[in-house]
């Protein structure tokens, strides 16, 4: 297990666009498990391998549901509409309102590089828009209507 470093707004790895994975290497799978951990370590709801400095096509998510590994994922489909506060590992300590769909479903690859479709609603919809944002290059902060706010997390030092 292995916790890696969050990059944070400014690091203009934030900035570019994520390569294709074509193949999955024993260090694709390493960074995947990096990843889930650090995800977990930081209790975020989503993390995208750029966050940790990897420019690939590589998202892990669990918004309490059960862990989920995208990986070349694509918005095939979406509906609705949802606005509501997101924040981002990479803005600590901050939090926007922004308006996502609210449902999206999607077509990825798992680390077997097997092609499957997964939905999801509310926060899922969320987390899926949010995430394949950050394989663009582009953070939730220049989505946000009005202005960031401050927030607390009680569990912080
Ligand atoms: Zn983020």
């Known amino acids: 297990m292995a916790i890696r470093e969050i990059r944070k707004i400014g690091d203009e790895v934030l900035t570019k666009k994520c390569k ?5 290497t024993p260090r694709t799978l390493e960074l995947i498990d990096d990843m889930f951990d650090t995800m977990y370590e930081e209790m975020g709801v989503g993390l ?7 420019l690939k096509r590589i ?40 308006t996502r769909p609210f449902y999206a479903k999607v077509r990825a690859y798992d680390e077997e590089m097997q092609p499957f479709e997964i939905e999801g609603e509310g926060l899922l919809a969320r987390a ?17 209507e009005g ?10 030092e």
């Open 20 to 24: 294709e994975v074509k193949t999955i």
């Open 59 to 98: 998202v892990t998510i669990d918004v309490g549901e059960g862990p989920i590994l995208l990986i070349n994922p694509e918005i095939i489909e979406t509906s609705g509409e949802q606005t509501g506060d997101e924040g981002c590992l990479s803005v600590p300590g901050k939090a926007g309102e922004v």
């Open 147 to 156: 202005e960031l706010h401050d927030v607390f997390y009680g569990e912080e």
């Open 128 to 144: 899926f828009c949010h995430e394949i944002d950050h394989l663009e290059g582009q953070l939730y902060v220049d989505k946000v």
């Open 48 to 54: 995208a391998a750029p966050q940790v400095g990897i």
